[in-house]
């Protein structure tokens, strides 16, 4: 009989203490079997065997030793590593040789066992040798494969793990992991707290985190769990196989098919294996794939730091993505499949707009995204719809050259703060629409206009198209896309219907507002007129910022403060990052906020735009605002303070937009036209599709 004696080579009686040493039961391991579609027995040779054991060893993984208490009948599983294994025998070292070794003379050994992909291999064996640092065994001539699981388990390395329940917090690692449990080790020292105070009848939150940060959180409920002297191990299964990454919303992500379907690469969080799967479908938002049920390696939650999306080895696009969710489903043939659901959660911009490129391409051939197009088919394109009229062209005619020019840059460098959307026919611009982001968390939409009797609904196309691209776009952390902004006249049908009838539908300035300004073509006095006596303009402090903000609630209360970055911060903070995006494309971008107080009382903010002329042919995006305050303000000081913005603008006639309208018109002042500004808070995109749609 083989017996482990202890290095005195004396027998002594089992104590209690040393029932203590079980790691796991060989139940408690597999309660992954799928003990319904099991094969039955089926025998492995010896050198498969050897090459399967020198394959763990070279993948540092363990095996299972069993033994079996020679008076109780008691099972005892340890794990061990493997050594190189050549025909005879298998050398191993114990995993933990204090925890291991003593106490064991009293157990005899039955054979070893691992898991080879969702096989579990037993193999039958004799002892050769033991010794306080491992064991020699003698390879048998086959082993069994006794079982199948329903989904292989993976071992994981330097996953950290924390529980928490009931306001405790206990610390672990990550051992293995399938599709639908995890196993967790928690230690055992003297100073965690006692075991005994994690009550494994109710739920608890498992948060699992890496060098790389969080990567899987979420409610997990006990199904097994065994101990031994230092530590205690856990089998935790997942409540949910969804998670609500985003706000729920009716209006979702327009997905298609791609033909050939591109591939999702990355290195698996838990495990650092290489993972390669192919798309079902895929949208501006996220991606679909599908996996056999055996191998699947995805759960729901789980963060992807880095993945990429590889289109048939043409290009690859990379983000950081999240698994949503995994559904079972069983195909025609009868193969059992997980399909994923995997939300893009950042990438580079400009990548995103050759996806978006992409798949609008895929919907409508005519749909283009920031696409090469030839400049002067453009200008083409602007005169013969009118978009340049006689009154703007005159406005802009002494700066052409100079629009030219920024425009070369806007239409053919890549940007990450300029979008373009053309609806082409043969090469021909039928209907065209611009976007910038031009505040800090802000995108305005301007240069909409279509050739109408050429391809009717056009303009609604496009409306379409920046519609879907910013649903898709604004939840990406790059994309600094709270909230979209459009300026349009009031007599102009078209953004009228669209944007004025979604504010007056969705009826919640929470959502959607529209608040008038008074349009000026102003001459600014030169030579550095002075304000009157008792009057002041300085840069804007968080105070003068509260007090606009409490008139603009009391006045409107919709989102112009924070779409046009006007919030009050405490401290106020300068920020040059937007206008170094412009910088990098040769554009010039930038702002000045100032307050125009009497005494120490704010009476105005005024807000000077500073950029490359007609950025926007209307050139909203280089004229001053003004937020009166105050409705007592005497126009002359206002203009005196206009004035005292000479320096920053070179233009014969400098455009101003004061708001509020009202201000204006009771003071009896006249002014060229009124502008709409349409704000839109990308939190209620819902409310805007429905009313959108109702629309058309």
């Known amino acids: 009989m083989d017996y482990l004696r202890n290095p005195s080579g004396s027998h002594t009686t089992a104590r209690k203490k040393d029932d203590e040493v079980t790691l796991f039961s060989r139940r408690l391991i597999d309660t992954d079997l799928d003990t319904k579609s099991s094969q039955g027995k089926r025998t492995l040779g010896k050198n498969k065997l050897v090459n399967i054991l020198n394959l763990r060893h070279f993948r540092n993984q363990n095996i299972r030793i069993h033994f079996q208490h020679v008076e109780t009948s008691r099972k005892l599983v340890v794990e061990a590593i493997p050594q190189p294994c050549f ?67 993976y071992e994981c390395r330097s996953i950290h793990a924390r529980l928490l329940q009931n306001g405790l917090m206990f610390t672990g690692k990550l051992k293995d992991f399938n599709a639908s449990a995890f196993c967790v080790t928690l230690t055992l020292s003297d100073d965690a707290l006692p075991i005994q105070f994690l009550n494994t009848t109710n739920t608890l939150n498992l948060l699992l985190e890496s060098e790389k940060g969080t990567l899987y959180s979420g409610e997990c409920r006990v199904l097994k769990r065994a101990r031994q002297r230092d530590e205690k191990t856990l089998v935790l299964e997942p409540v949910n196989d969804t998670i609500q990454r985003f706000a729920p919303r009716e209006y979702r992500s327009r ?33 679909s794939v599908e996996e056999f049920r055996k191998d699947t390696v995805m759960v729901a939650g789980l963060i992807l730091p880095e993945m ?127 976007m910038l982001r031009f505040y800090e968390k802000t995108w305005l939409i301007h240069h909409l206009a279509a050739r109408t009797g050429k391809r009717l609904g056009s303009g609604v196309e496009m409306v379409d198209q920046i519609s879907s691209f910013a649903y898709d776009t604004h939840r990406l952390a790059s994309s600094q896309m709270s909230y979209l902004i459009c300026y349009y006249r009031p007599s102009n049908h078209f953004p009228a219907h669209f944007f004025g009838g979604a504010a007056k539908h969705i009826n919640n300035p929470e959502a959607c507002s529209i608040d ?36 603009y609630r009391q006045y409107s209360g919709g989102q112009m403060i924070n779409a046009l970055d006007l919030v009050a911060e405490k401290p106020v ?58 409705q007592n303000t ?48 990308m939190e209620y995109t819902d409310e805007f599709f429905k009313v959108y749609n109702s629309l058309k």
Request: with cysteine; glycine share 4%.
């Open 634 to 681: 005497p126009y002359e000081i206002l203009r005196q303070a206009l004035s005292m913005m000479e320096d920053y603008y070179s233009a014969a006639k400098t455009p101003v937009l004061i708001y509020p309208l009202s201000y204006v018109e009771n003071a009896g002042i006249s002014y060229d036209r009124v502008y709409c500004l349409w704000a839109m808070n």
């Open 255 to 287: 997905r298609v098919s791609i033909s050939p379907s591109p591939d999702i690469v990355f290195r698996h969080p838990f495990t650092g294996h290489l993972v390669n799967l192919k798309a079902t479908d895929i949208s501006g938002a996220g991606i």
């Open 308 to 434: 990429n999306i590889n289109f048939s080895n043409a290009f690859s696009i990379r983000c950081q993505a999240q698994i949503t969710y995994t559904r079972s489903f069983t195909s025609k043939q009868g193969q059992e499949f997980i399909r994923c659901g995997i939300a893009f959660l950042d990438m580079d911009p400009n990548d995103h707009v050759r996806l978006m490129s992409l798949i609008h391409q895929a919907e409508n051939t005519h749909s283009y995204i920031c696409n090469q197009v030839d400049i002067d088919s453009l200008w083409d394109f602007f005169f013969e719809t009118g978009f340049i009229y006689p009154k703007k062209y005159a406005f802009i005619r002494p700066y052409k050259e100079e629009i030219k020019k920024t425009y070369e840059k806007l239409y053919t460098c890549q940007s990450t703060v300029a979008r373009h959307f053309t609806w082409q026919q043969n090469g021909t611009i039928l209907a065209h629409l611009a």
């Open 516 to 551: 008038e300004f008074s349009y000026h073509h102003t001459i600014l006095a030169r030579g550095g007129k002075q304000l009157t006596s008792g009057w002041s303009l300085a840069q804007s402090e968080y105070e003068d910022l509260c007090e606009l903000r409490d008139f």
């Open 573 to 630: 903070r300068t920020r040059n990052d937007l206008s170094d995006r412009y910088h990098e494309m040769g554009l010039w971008r930038e702002r000045r906020v100032f307050a125009l107080r009497r005494g120490n009382d704010a009476k105005a903010v005024i807000m000077a735009n500073i950029s490359d002329f007609a950025l926007n042919l209307s050139d909203l995006t280089n004229c001053i605002s003004v937020f009166v305050i105050d």
């Open 87 to 153: 025909e005879k025998y298998l050398l191993c070292l114990w995993r933990n040789i204090s925890a291991f070794y003593t106490g064991l003379e009293n157990y005899r050994i039955h054979g070893f066992s691992f898991s080879w992909g969702t096989e579990l291999i037993y193999a039958e064996t004799q002892l050769r040798a033991a010794s306080e640092k491992g064991v020699c065994l003698v390879l048998p001539e086959k082993a069994e494969i006794t079982s199948s699981r329903l989904s292989i388990r």
